[in-house]
Antibody
């Protein structure tokens, strides 16, 4: 199970930190991703982090503004979002990554609204 | 603009078979496995197909996937009202170093 938290309403240029807590599996064995869905749009991959914290990859749309990290002791993955823009408004999901076996576990999502 | 291309919608009557196409390139579908996800608004997306044509435990055998070259498809046979959802294809892109998704296909059961 994955449970996201930390979403909310924020003004453009602001910062938010999303958290995702895992349970029911050996968290440290799995790579994780953040995927988002903007209102009326499809799914968009945001970031990937390997099981030990490396490698790390970002979508071009968030590179330089978002930072992904994890704490395997806390069984959690985080997404630090800075310099937020209107177009970052979305439901953010964390997902477990089995690569060729797919993104097999998804959280319920946390909503981020960026607006003045 | 999504890296993978899907039709925006398709429709069918109960019991019919519908097929959703997904077109990509050499750096994603052409070089890696394809997955399919079912997304009902307000819920978490659900993994439907992995490694092109395999179903996770608990997924109905009415759902089947296939891949050829840089394209893939999802077929839903014996269409049911509960199949109304948005379906996404996805693959890892070696050039972009990330997951790429199709734009999603809304399946309507008439």
């Amino acid at each position: 199970q994955l449970v996201e938290s930390g979403g909310g309403f924020i003004q453009p240029g602001g910062s938010l930190r999303l958290s995702c807590a895992g349970s029911g599996f050996t968290f440290s064995s799995y790579s994780m991703n953040w995927v988002r869905q903007a209102p009326g749009k499809g799914l968009e991959w945001v970031s990937y982090i390997g099981n030990s914290g490396r490698p790390i990859y970002y979508a071009d749309s968030v590179k330089g503004r978002f930072t992904v990290s994890r704490d395997n002791g806390e069984k959690s993955v985080y997404l630090q979002m800075n310099s937020l823009r209107d177009e970052d408004t979305a439901v953010y999901y964390c997902t477990r990554d089995l690569r060729s076996y797919g993104l097999d576990v998804w959280g319920q999502g946390t909503t981020v609204t960026v607006s003045s | 603009q999504s890296v993978l291309t899907q039709p925006p919608s398709t429709s069918g009557t109960p019991g019919q078979k519908v097929t959703i196409s997904c077109s990509g390139g050499h750096s994603n579908i052409g070089s890696d496995f394809v997955c399919w996800y079912q997304h009902v608004p307000g819920t978490a997306p659900k993994l439907l197909i992995y490694r092109n044509d395999e179903r996770p435990s608990g997924v109905s055998d009415r759902f089947s996937g296939s891949k050829s070259g840089t394209s893939a498809s999802l077929a839903i046979s014996g269409l049911r009202s509960e199949d109304e959802a948005v379906y996404y294809c996805a693959a890892w892109d070696d050039s972009l170093r990330g997951w790429v998704f199709g734009g999603g296909t809304k399946v309507n059961v008439l």
